[in-house]
């Protein structure tokens, strides 16, 4: 696209993290065109990684979780709707629908309506919370500081952070997860230890290698039984089993929906042209498979957007999206920071103080040609960029453990 956009319409679906950045790239590239970011939400856009985290402790307001002002979107020239829902996208007429049956036409359109978080299948009511917006974040803490014991449902990473920023406010928490140690998926048994450690150092107590079988919830608390017969009884529950895409509103638009919005390794939505999706609704091919793949992870939210927006500018010579996957974690007295793909790999060693309350480490993952495939880091931030790199250059496992013990404390043996 040309500095001859001025006539072209861009609609944004979805204001959050991906949306945004969107708008914002486009305006930083020389897009003169009308921009339109519609939300079903009421809210200014938002943040969502401190919902769980600072925002829940109480230590950030609202104003430290806004992604734009209203000065920003006046700079910008951004029309954003708020509580306009997107309820259908018709490609011939390249118009969406929104639930108020408002017209919104387009010559580029850019699904960002992410993801929601998955309900209980128990079922449950005020008591059963899940965490996904602000206000959800804003109920969990106002229902927080009356009750005195918390259930969390799900051992990954938002039940986990939960769990910790819940403990941390005093609260007497029990994670309950059918898996054997929290993240256990992503991280594998041995390195899930340490976080399963972190929550019984901060008084947590986890009932880990169990399911849920059945919730009641009755007007003075909720009774949780699991599927080794034991019943527990809690003030309230936090459900975090994962997120299901808000894609919805595309049915009958052309495209599969259901499991994210499939789209080239440039972001163009397979089947709809002039559309583009990004971020947890988008499912893209990506390394090192190239599958069509959804990563429901910030960073991953934000380079999409970012090549969304050139490839907006560019259309006839598009640039690829090569990502190496990356996601953070704040829980308890643990930076966890994850690169490549470590949960399809095996872990190769650690290196660092994995024997110190905090540990401070890297563990290392191979592939099966002993490639540097992945690593998480624990508390060391410096690792970690160090990590990075070397999983974006693929070198062999032993000469990645060569460069990150020339930067750590003395090593701790191979970890199997
Ligand atoms: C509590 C919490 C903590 C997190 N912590 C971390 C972390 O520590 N590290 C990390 O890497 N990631 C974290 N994440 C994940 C990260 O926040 C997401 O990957 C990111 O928000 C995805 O951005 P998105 O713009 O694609 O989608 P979303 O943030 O899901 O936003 C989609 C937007 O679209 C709107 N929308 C949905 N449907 C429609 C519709 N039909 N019409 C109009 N608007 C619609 C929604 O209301 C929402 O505003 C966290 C997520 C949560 C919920």
New binding site residues.
């Given amino acids: 696209m040309t500095a001859e956009n001025r006539e072209v319409k861009a609609l944004i ?7 945004v950045r969107v708008a914002r790239d486009l305006r930083r590239l020389g897009f003169d065109g009308q921009i339109t970011m ?4 009421p809210y200014l ?1 938002y ?3 401190p ?3 600072q925002y829940l402790a109480g230590l950030f307001d609202a104003s430290r979780v806004s992604l734009l002002d209203a000065t920003e979107l006046d700079d910008l020239r951004i029309d954003l709707r708020l509580s ?4 259908a996208l018709h490609a011939r007429d390249k118009v969406v629908v ?1 639930a108020a049956g408002a017209e919104i036409p387009y010559d580029v359109c850019v699904i ?6 998955r309900p209980s299948p128990w079922g449950g009511d005020k008591r059963v919370h899940l ?3 602000i206000s959800d ?1 804003d109920r969990l803490k106002a229902a927080l500081a009356g009750s005195s014991k918390l259930g969390v449902i799900g051992g990954g ?2 039940g986990s ?1 939960v769990a910790g920023t819940a403990a941390k406010g005093g609260a007497a928490v029990t994670v309950i997860d059918p898996l054997a140690s929290p993240m256990a998926r992503l991280v594998g048994d041995d390195v899930a230890g340490d976080f399963l450690a972190a929550h019984h150092r901060h008084g947590v107590t986890t009932r880990f290698g169990v399911g849920v079988e059945t919730l009641s919830e009755d007007a003075s608390g909720v009774d949780v039984n699991l599927s080794d017969g034991s019943k527990l009884r809690f003030d309230l529950v936090v459900v975090g089993i994962g997120a299901s895409t ?1 894609d919805g ?1 595309l049915a009958g638009s052309g495209v599969d929906t259901g499991q994210g919005v499939e789209c080239d390794r440039y972001g163009r939505v397979v089947g709809l042209d002039g559309v583009y999706a ?4 988008a499912r893209w091919p990506r390394p090192p498979l190239w599958e069509p793949r959804r990563v ?6 934000v380079e999409q957007a970012a090549t969304v927006a050139a490839n907006i500018m560019r259309p006839t010579d598009p640039v690829g999206y090569d990502p190496v996957d ?5 829980q308890h007295d643990l930076k966890l920071q994850l690169v490549g793909w470590p949960e399809r790999s095996r872990l190769y060693c650690v290196i660092g103080r994995r024997d110190r309350v905090p540990p401070r480490y890297a563990a290392l993952y191979a592939d099966d040609q002993g490639v540097l495939n992945g690593a998480a880091t624990v508390n060391w931030p410096r690792g970690l960029a160090e990590c990075r790199r070397l999983v974006s250059e693929r070198v062999p496992v032993p000469h990645a453990k060569q460069r990150l013990e020339a930067l750590a404390v003395p090593s701790t043996p191979p970890a199997s």
Avoid: C, F, Q
């Fill in positions: 679906v979805g204001a959050s993290v991906a949306g519609t939300s079903e939400e856009p943040d969502k990684p919902l769980s985290k306009s829902r997107a309820e929104d960002a309506t992410g993801a929601s978080a965490l996904r917006t974040s990473l938002i952070e808000n509103w990004a971020g947890d609704v429901e992870h910030w960073t991953n939210a990356y996601v953070w974690s704040d």
